[in-house]
C-alpha cells in the first residue's frame, strides 16, 4: 500500500477528479497546439537561444499555475505526493495530445526523480523545490557524437576544483529540452569522468550542472558555461528542442558517489523508460481516436451484411475489415494502457509498502515489466498508428488530418532511453539468462494462478485455458532460450526481439483476463464499459494472440541462420 500519511486523502473519486481535469488541459489547452509545433518547430533567434513555438510558454504557465509538475512530487519539496500511476496516467493524455510540448515536463520529471534518490540533503533543498513547482526544467546529457548506448566510451571530463565543485567539459547531443524559452533554469544531469577514473563503466561519475549557478538562498546567479550549440532536424517531435550541448569549463557538483554516475542515472533511465512507453499509449490513443470517428462518418461502398446498410453508401465502420483495424488498435492500446499501470503501481509498492517482501517483489517484477512496457509499446504504437492511418485510406497521408504527425512523432519511441534491441536483450539477457529464467519464470507462475483460479468462472473457460496455454509455451522457450545461450553467446541477440514480443503477448493476455474477469462479473451492468471490454478481450485471444505461436518458432531456430551469413552477402 502507498502511505497513507503522504496521501491520506486521496480515493477513488479524488483520482478521477485529477483525471478529469488533466484530460481538460490535454485537450482543452495543448492539443490546439500540436500542429502549430509540428509546423514551427524549435527556432535560434541568436547563438545558443532556443525560442519554442508559438503558446508552448503560455501553455506551460497555465501548467505550472495548476500545479500539474509537482503531482507525484514529494510532499517535502513541495509536491502533491500523489502515485506513480497517478502522474503516469497524466503523461500518457498529455503526450497523446502534444507530444512535442509534453517532452519538456516529461524530462523534468524524469531529472527529479533522480535527484530526490540520489542527491545530499543540501541538493534537495536546493534544486527539488523549484524543478517539483516547474519554475526550472531538467535535462539527462548522456549521449556524445561517438558513444550512443556504449556509454563507457565517453569522453566528457569533470576536473576537481578547490571549492569542491567541478570543471565540466565536452559534448553532448540528443539532449531533450536542452535549452528552452520556458523555465527561468535548467538543471542539467551529466555523465563525465573524474581524472583518475577507471574506464568503462565503471569510472563515470554524475554532476549536477545548472544553466544559472544557484546561489545559497536558491536565487539565480551568473551564467553557466554550458551552451545549446545546435538543435536537430527531425523527422517528428518538431516541438521539442533536441539539442547539442557544450560544456566547456561549466561548473558542476558531483551528484552521489564518485564512479557510481551510472548507476545513478539508470534511476533516471529506467523512470524515463516506463513514461516513454506510457507516451507511446497516449499517441496511439490519439490516433486511434480521430481513426474512430472518421469511420463512423466517412460512407463508403455499401456493407456486406444487409442488416449494417443504411443508405446509397454505408460507414466504413461497418466493414469487416475496418473493424479489424479499429478492435486492434483498440485491444493494443487498451490492454499496453492497463499493463503500463500497473507496473506503474509496482513502483509505488516497491517504494511505500509497508511489508518489506512485498516491496522486494514489486523490485523484481518491475525489473521485467519496464522493457516490455517501453518497447512492446512502443513498438505496437507505430503499427497501431499507421493501421490507423489505414483506416482513412489516401485521406490519412494528409497532414490536414493529423494522423501522420502522430506516426511521425512516435517513431522516435522506439529509439529514445535505449534502442528496443538493447531493451529486448537486457530483458532476455540480463534479466531471464542470468538467473537461469527463475525471475521470469515465477512471473509466468502468477499468470498461471490466476489462469486456473478462472478456469471454472462463467464465460471464462476459453479465455483462462488459451492463457495457460500461452504461459506454458512461454515457460518452455524461456528454460529452452536460457539453455542454449549458456553455450552461444549470439543466442541473446538473435532471440532477444522475438523474445520481448512473446513476453508481451503473455502479458497482454493476462491484462486481458483479469479485464475480462471483471466485464463478465458486471455484464448485467448498463455500462456499456464491461460489455465492450469482455468483446475486445475475445477479439484479442483471437486473432492477436495466436502471433505467439510464430514467435516461439523464431525464437527456437536458433542463432545460426542469423549469424552464419557472410557480411559481405547483407
Excluded at 142 to 165: I, V, W
Excluded at 233 to 253: S, V
Excluded at 316 to 335: N, P, S
Excluded at 375 to 389: G, K, P, R, T, V
Aim: hydrophobic content about 45%; aromatic content about 6%.
Amino acid at each position: 500500500m502507498v502511505d497513507p500519511l503522504r496521501i491520506e486523502d486521496l480515493d477513488r473519486e479524488t483520482i478521477d477528479q485529477v483525471m478529469d481535469a488533466a484530460g481538460t488541459f490535454a485537450s482543452e489547452i495543448i492539443a490546439p497546439l500540436n500542429s502549430v509545433g509540428d509546423r514551427e518547430g524549435c527556432s535560434m533567434p541568436a547563438e545558443g537561444v532556443v525560442k519554442t513555438p508559438s503558446g508552448f510558454k503560455a501553455a506551460y504557465d497555465k501548467y505550472v499555475e495548476a500545479g500539474w509538475p509537482s503531482v507525484s512530487c514529494q510532499p517535502e519539496h513541495g509536491g502533491q505526493g500523489m502515485p506513480i500511476v497517478v502522474n503516469n496516467a497524466l503523461f500518457e493524455m498529455l503526450c497523446g495530445a502534444n507530444m512535442g510540448w509534453s517532452a519538456y515536463p516529461g524530462m523534468s520529471n524524469a531529472a527529479y526523480t533522480c535527484l530526490a534518490a540520489n542527491a545530499s540533503p543540501e541538493q534537495k533543498k536546493m534544486y527539488l523545490p523549484h524543478i517539483a513547482s516547474g519554475a526550472w526544467a531538467g535535462t539527462m546529457c548522456l549521449t556524445e557524437p561517438h558513444a550512443g548506448t556504449d556509454l563507457g566510451l565517453l569522453r566528457t571530463r569533470a576536473l576537481p576544483q578547490s571549492d569542491g565543485t567541478f570543471s565540466v567539459t565536452g559534448t553532448k547531443i540528443f539532449i531533450s529540452g536542452g535549452e528552452q524559452d520556458l523555465t527561468d533554469n535548467i538543471i542539467h544531469l551529466v555523465l563525465a569522468r573524474l581524472p583518475d577514473a577507471p574506464p568503462g563503466v565503471k569510472g563515470i561519475s554524475l554532476f549536477i550542472v545548472p544553466k544559472f549557478i544557484v546561489a545559497v538562498d536558491a536565487s539565480l546567479g551568473t551564467r553557466n558555461a554550458v551552451t545549446c550549440g545546435s538543435i536537430e532536424h527531425k523527422m517528428g517531435i518538431h516541438g521539442n528542442a533536441t539539442c547539442t550541448m557544450n560544456f566547456d569549463g561549466a561548473t558542476g557538483w558531483l551528484l552521489g558517489e564518485p564512479n557510481n554516475g551510472l548507476a545513478s542515472m539508470f534511476v533516471m533511465m529506467n523512470h524515463a523508460r516506463v513514461i516513454v512507453g506510457v507516451n507511446s499509449i497516449g499517441l496511439m490513443e490519439a490516433a486511434y481516436q480521430k481513426a474512430l470517428a472518421y469511420a463512423k462518418d466517412r460512407t463508403q461502398g455499401r456493407a456486406p451484411s444487409a442488416a449494417t446498410r443504411i443508405g446509397a453508401a454505408d460507414p466504413i465502420v461497418a466493414h469487416a475489415d475496418v473493424r479489424r483495424m479499429l478492435l486492434t488498435q483498440k485491444a493494443y492500446i487498451e490492454g499496453t494502457r492497463a499493463f503500463a499501470l500497473w507496473a506503474s503501481q509496482l513502483i509505488d509498492l516497491q517504494h511505500h509498502s509497508a511489508d518489506p517482501a512485498e516491496r522486494a517483489q514489486a523490485a523484481e517484477l518491475l525489473a521485467l515489466a519496464t522493457p516490455i512496457v517501453k518497447a512492446f509499446s512502443s513498438d505496437l504504437a507505430i503499427e497501431c498508428i499507421s493501421m490507423a492511418m489505414q483506416v482513412y485510406g489516401g485521406h490519412g497521408y494528409i497532414c490536414e488530418n493529423l494522423v501522420e504527425q502522430h506516426l511521425r512523432d512516435a517513431r522516435i519511441i522506439p529509439l529514445y532511453e535505449g534502442a528496443n534491441g538493447i531493451q529486448a536483450m537486457d530483458l532476455l539477457g540480463r534479466k531471464v539468462v542470468t538467473d537461469g529464467g527463475q525471475r521470469l519464470i515465477a512471473y509466468l507462475q502468477m499468470i498461471s494462478a490466476f489462469a486456473d483460479s478462472q478456469a471454472d468462472a462463467v464465460g471464462m473457460q476459453e479465455i483462462s485455458t488459451a492463457l495457460s496455454d500461452v504461459v506454458a509455451l512461454a515457460h518452455r522457450v524461456t528454460v529452452e532460450v536460457s539453455q542454449r545461450a549458456r553455450n552461444n553467446a549470439d543466442e541473446v541477440g538473435s532471440a532477444a526481439a522475438p523474445f520481448l514480443r512473446l513476453v508481451g503477448h503473455v502479458s497482454l493476455a493476462w491484462m486481458w483476463a483479469r479485464m475480462a474477469a471483471i466485464g463478465l462479473a458486471n455484464q448485467e451492468s448498463e455500462d456499456k464499459i464491461y460489455a465492450s471490454k469482455v468483446a475486445t478481450a475475445r477479439f484479442y485471444f483471437q486473432r492477436l494472440l495466436p502471433e505467439v505461436h510464430g514467435l516461439v518458432l523464431a525464437i527456437s531456430a536458433g542463432s545460426s541462420c542469423v549469424m552464419e551469413p557472410e557480411v559481405d552477402w547483407l
